[in-house]
């Protein structure tokens, strides 16, 4: 597996990494712990060192699983983990409440820390922008976990062109994590030229667009009803049915190519900066070996105006999130 550097930090990763998330929380009932254990330690052995979770993923239970399942391999990887949302006192997700005082933060990241077995967070995101908490109280507080040794990068996820250069001023932001894929290209517009002014790393999640794009999911696809998709507009069986002709198009790319649907989508991400490091998920061992492969095909400049091409013919039906958490993105 290639590596790859996050901006002009010296953190460098495998060109793939690993978002561990629906192992346990988000796509139904969580996963077989022993499995998802083995297959995070397969993905090491093929050569992935970026593994992503957040406090908020169970709560809790995420976190533990990737801390057990990294805990005999922790020199050879880099872990990821996120603050700034308020589980509840019984253990649920609490994804409408936000808190990223520096008090909090202070408090959240020790938790962090022992779920995770590890003594320094490679790197920290806000997992979104608290509107009540200024960015810069937010950064000086990493900032502080910095200077402590306790986290040794400092991220940001989906945040607004304007927050992520006030927090760039004090504490270096080494990546920005949002969602971009071929279904979801706003980043382009302001987010993307941010970064590469800044020497800031992007790392796409969602980057098969919550499955859609390995083709395996038409209109008729039934979810789990946990599963998170059941409240996402986009995935209405009005829009999968339009949205379904972004996938055929790029299938056409993928049987020129000898690759699947998913791997275009991969290699297209890979293709567009050397600093992006898209984090797929799956919770299967053929997913995880098929997506690793993307990482091998190459794109021509011919393969990639084709792509754009297609992916500008179809206009996407169907909001990303729910309103309420939609409102969370941007900031």
């Avoid at 504490?171 to 993307?192: C, D, H, K, N």
């Avoid at 056409?252 to 275009?264: E, H, N």
């Avoid at 754009?308 to 409102?327: C, F, H, I, M, T």
Wanted: with cysteine.
């Amino acid at each position: 597996m290639q590596k790859r550097k996050l901006g002009n930090s010296n953190l460098e990763v495998s060109a793939l990494g690993l978002g561990c998330m629906g192992m346990s929380f988000g796509f139904g009932p969580p996963a077989d712990k022993t499995e998802m254990i083995s297959l995070i330690r397969t993905a090491v052995e093929r050569g992935v060192t970026f593994f992503d979770t957040a406090e908020v993923y169970g709560p809790y239970i995420n976190e533990e699983l990737v801390g057990e399942a990294l805990a005999p391999v922790r020199k050879q990887v880099q872990i990821t983990t996120k603050f700034g949302f308020a589980p509840s006192s019984e253990g649920e997700a609490r994804w409408s409440v936000l808190n990223s005082r520096p008090e909090h933060i202070q408090e959240v990241v020790e938790g962090s820390l022992k779920r995770l077995r590890i003594e320094s967070i490679d790197l920290y995101y806000q997992h979104r922008v608290d509107p009540n908490v200024p960015i810069e109280d937010v950064a000086g507080a990493v900032k502080d976990l910095i200077q402590q040794g306790k986290v040794k990068h400092f991220g940001l996820s989906e945040p607004g062109v304007q927050t992520i250069r006030r927090a760039h001023k004090v504490q270096a932001v080494t990546a920005v994590q949002s969602e971009y894929s071929l279904w979801w290209r706003q980043p382009e517009g302001f987010v993307l030229p941010t970064l590469e002014e800044l020497g800031i790393g992007f790392v796409p999640f969602s980057p098969l667009g919550k499955g859609f794009l390995t083709g395996k999911i038409t209109e008729d696809t039934k979810f789990d009803s946990t599963d998170f998709r059941n409240v996402v507009p986009r995935f209405s069986p009005e829009a999968r049915k339009a949205n379904l002709a972004l996938v055929d198009l790029m299938s056409t790319v993928a049987r020129r190519k000898s690759a699947t649907t998913a791997q275009i989508a991969l290699a297209w991400l890979l293709a567009q900066k050397p600093w992006i490091v898209p984090i797929p998920g799956t919770t299967k061992l053929h997913r995880l070996e098929e997506n690793l492969a993307a990482a091998a095909v190459e794109l021509t400049a011919a393969d990639l105006h084709d792509i754009d091409a297609a992916s500008a013919a179809v206009k996407v039906q169907g909001a990303r999130y729910p309103e309420k958490l939609e409102q969370m993105t941007g900031r």
